[in-house]
């Protein structure tokens, strides 16, 4: 089973867990609980992870058109459709947009995991590998996961005070 998909079953996009946080995230950020089209895209956002032999690679770069595709066949809401694609900051600087609504909800969506809950899901999917190693010039590989889990949640944190665009891809400028 690719890595992808073991993160929509039991990882850290896990297709039921992970939109719980993103919508406390988007309350905590907006102010009001996401309406039913934005609760559609939110839970459908990663779906294209599905298959996928990689997070952060060239396929996993790409995972934001399959939930942006689900998203709008089930709400016929071109602005959901986009919404949910430039849920990636990598994505919308691709497309030369600004990042949407959603991404800094599913970035914020971190500070509501419990760190030993994130962990445990993200060794299950085998997630945390390719994390670490993308993260490796910030934290050594020999530290504990939950020092990079740390770093990772602060640095999510200036990410979303700064709405920094993405400048190398998904999670490789992390």
Request: proline fraction near 5%; charge should be positive; glycine fraction near 6%.
């Amino acid at each position: 089973m690719k890595v992808g998909t073991k993160s929509l079953l039991f990882g850290v996009h896990q297709v039921f867990w992970h939109p719980i946080t993103v919508a406390l995230a988007w309350r905590r950020l907006y102010g009001c609980w996401p309406n039913w089209r934005e609760s559609v895209a939110i839970f459908f956002h990663d779906w294209g992870y599905f298959g996928k032999p990689n997070m952060d690679g060239k396929e996993g770069e790409d995972h934001p058109w399959g939930g942006a595709e689900i998203a709008y066949k089930v709400t016929h809401d071109k602005n959901i459709f986009f919404l949910t694609l430039l849920h990636s900051r990598f994505m919308a600087a691709q497309l030369g947009s600004s990042p949407s609504k959603l991404c800094w909800a599913d970035k914020l969506s971190i500070w509501f995991e419990p760190r030993w809950w994130y962990l445990l899901r993200a060794r299950l999917s085998g997630e945390v590998k390719e994390y670490r190693l993308n993260a490796v010039k910030h934290v050594p590989l020999f530290a504990p996961d939950r020092v990079w889990f740390d770093w990772y949640r602060e640095r999510v944190i200036d990410q979303i005070k700064t709405k920094r665009p993405a400048t190398v891809g998904h999670h490789k400028d992390e």
